[in-house]
């Protein structure tokens, strides 16, 4: 191979040479994020609701959910630095969290359930930080939700579903390993607590927790645990047979536990224990109303209840735990009528609810537990309407409740100190009939929290100290900003970026960019006025780029331009792939192929219509062959397809399970080497399996089991292999790697050891590695990498040391370089990261959100030397950003285009060494293989691609300003060595090089031929 040396000022005379100063002059200027448009112009008239609930106060920091209109209900947490989004578990605009999720307090953390994958639930902890909220134990049929749990404050007692198993007791002390199943009372697959009547099923007592619980002998009956297997037994069989006494609203009174038990199918009357089958025995035979814990309050020696009476309906009970004890206290509305409203709660010595006496409404009411000390302190609405809407809540300064003082207002905050001068309004922060009130008010710390609704913001989280100007908005996050939301699938053509972004008058379509505010715009209107066009996404062949979606097919240049329309519609998603110099792509329930142009453009072979049908999908070219799903079959049995691009040479290998299309995760192929690796479904067992296909024969590498978060199938670039996700029951779900052969098919790593899953998703090669993301059961989800071997598979870095973890989402290669950029999540909210590969070099890129507040980032493509993602910010909304790579410390090194063919019919090669292009590599070199034997030849230079088109190829660097002669060796190979200097200022330096090589036979005006363009970015 010819070698010539450049000087060591080599780099930098060519970037003089080229005028590069300037630009490097500018680099530090730019090394901050920049927004490249406000696509979407705000303010615009919206005022969504969030709906806020839940508010608990943690370590002087109040935690609740509300729901933002992109993400759906999430987590959110207000201190000192404002009102923010604490973390987003379920990506989409469908929140993780239930409508009437709850926190329960243990130590100095909250847990609670919520939804992290769309198939799976898990118990988390926070604290109220990104860096103390993480996941305890996903576990399928976890549901906690008001009295369906209960907290001594140590650990929190619940019931949760596991196959195998059913819904049995469960324990957590807030860490993982004190997160546990405590016993499978009723064995196998039946479960021993029913979920349909949670209320009231949980009370700690002398140490001891007691719940309600069925064996499938005696019914559902009074158990009782220590938090272990050994210690959970039965207290007693008070109702002998299936029945049970079916136990509920317990509550400790006077040294007893009491409980109330069912007397038969429709009646419920006290009992007590002591924990004991000898101690445990019925108090009275009043029947109870209700046994959810709102609606009982112990007062000293009292518990005070609704029970009910045939005589004198829904009335206020009490009982001091013996026989003569019980009864009613006052028939507030005379007559059979249900007098009792809202909760119980106790304060200065009585019990306070709200009641109606049958002439006055729902009024404040309260009792010492003496008929002649209940009464109604005050009457705020006159008349039958009533003025008490929702429940009391206790704050230091009275009880804050809804009210109204006229039958046509709506509901405000209002306070008493319990007199009837000191009941009044706080607020009236919706005037007229409507109210802004929509849920009781909670007192979280010392202020009380709730849900209000204003024409400006909609319903959105406030608080009050009890006085008007105590009270106030916390946040808005139902925002009323205009997003313009720009997302991926992006398309990258390697000279411009073309993501989705709306408009109020286009609607959602493609919009293109090089990285720079002016190179943004709108790229094509593909569906003309306000309709929207699905999401595009590119192939690319040559000097060309195939970019589809659901209304198109076209092909432009690399530089987004040379539009040319291939079909007017086109809705199988983006798979184009080349075989023998056509383009095969499915549309409807066909595959078509092409020559690049719509007259040579048209159908292959046309599959069965019918209620399922899957047209071509999932297609791979591997060796000379297609392979691909599609439907065969009028109820949509899908199989697996192999073709040589021909009709006759098209063929059905073999059917699959049919699974809603390839989005699933489940069905996909990858093309390693010449085979074919294919996923598919197993129609009996609907299980995953993998096989291995040349064309000729096909071999079963494994049957697995489905992950609870498929990821896709990816080659690892150092070892040639593909790596998968899978799940078996040693295992569970974890990393998988093959060779292509039934004992080269393996667990390449058991991250978190024995059946627990791991759950590695968002499987991301860059350079000579594959990052992704998992949870090895002690550091939370926390980014990974690997290099193909199991050696070489490890976690990158404890990013947030304890229990706390990073949550990396969204992960995006930058380049041919060991780097990616991802939303990670800290103390500084949820913000954009990269990582090289090294503890060292993973790091926060951004804070466009101050003082904890997320810009909720998310990476869309890297364009020459700016990796463009889109971000939130308060004046804009969500809006597409840009950040110059080398404050990635990425670098690029890639050929783009197809080469123009010499006399021999070859195309001239261009590559780099292994070294990469970044700052200080003084063996950094460029190559040239596969050109005409001992012929003229070199590099011309530029900052800016430039293509002409001269006899069907593409010269990119017309007129380049610097070019370098370089004569080709015995074997048409030449080799030109450029140190890059150890210069920072050269970091994020964007080159273009193209090689020319005299050729009499060439294509290139008949006189050369020239390889691709070689696209650099310099990198720390």
Known sequence: MTFAPCSGSCFATIALALGAVVALESLTAQST????????????????????RGFTEIQGRVVFHAVDPRLGRELYVHDANGTRLLREFLPGDGGGLADYASFYRVGNVLLFSCQDSPTTLGLYRTDGTVSGTHLLSRIPGLGLAGESAYTDGTRLWFSAYESGFGVEPWVSDGTRDGTYRIADIRPGGESSISTGSAYGVWQGFQGRTYFRADDGVHGPELWVTDGSAAGTRMVVDGNPGELGLEPGGMVELNGRLMFVARRDQLTNEWWSTDGTAQGTARVSGWPVMSTLRDNLAVLGDKLLFRGLHPLYGNELFVTDGTPQGTGMVKDIWPGSHFSGHGPMVVWNGFVWWNASDGSSGSELWRTDGTEAGTSMVVEVCPGAAGGIGYGLAVMPSGLVFAGRTDARDGWE??????????????????PGGEGSLSAAPVVAGTEAWFAARTPASGSEPWKTDGTAAGTVQVGEIGRATADSDPQSPAADSGLRLVFQA???TIGQEPWITDGTPTGTRLWRDAQPGSFSSAPARAARFGDRTWWTN?????????????????????????DVVELGGRYYFGRRIALWSSDGTAAGTGPVIEFQVGRQSVGPTDLVAAGDLLYFFASVGYFGPTGLFVSDGTAAGTRLEFQTSFDGGSASGFRSTLALGDRALVRTLAPATNQPEYWILDG???????TLDKPARPADMVLSPRTGEALFVARDAIHGAELWATDGTPGGTRVLLDIHAGATSSEPVELTPAGGLVFFTADDGIHGRELWRTDGTTAGTRMVTDSIPGQGSLQPEHLLRLGDANAIAFQGHDAFGSELWTCDGTAAGTRRLTDLGPGGHSSHPTPLGVVGDQLVFAAYTEPTGYEPWAIDLSTTRGYLARTLGAGCPGSAGTVPTAGTSPTAPRVGAATFTLTLTDARPQAAAGVLFDLAAHPTVLGGCTLWLPGAPVGIPLPTDAQGDAMLWVPIPADPALAGM???AQWLVSDPGGSLGGALS????????VGR
């Open 33 to 52: 994020p920049r927004q490249l448009a406000d696509i979407l112009p705000g303010p615009v008239d919206l005022t969504p609701d969030s709906l806020p």
């Open 413 to 430: 905050p209002w306070i008493t100190d319990g007199t009837p001068a000191g009941t009044r309004p706080i607020a009236d922060l919706l």
């Open 502 to 504: 709306t408009n109020a």
């Open 550 to 574: 659901r209304e198109s097919l076209i092909t432009s240049d690399l530089l987004g331009g040379d539009l040319r329309p291939i079909l007017g519609s086109h809705s199988n998603g983006p």
């Open 696 to 702: 000729s024969s096909r071999v079963l590498l494994a």
């Open 990 to 992: 964007e080159l273009f």
């Open 1010 to 1017: 020239a390889s691709g363009l070689t696209h650099l970015v």
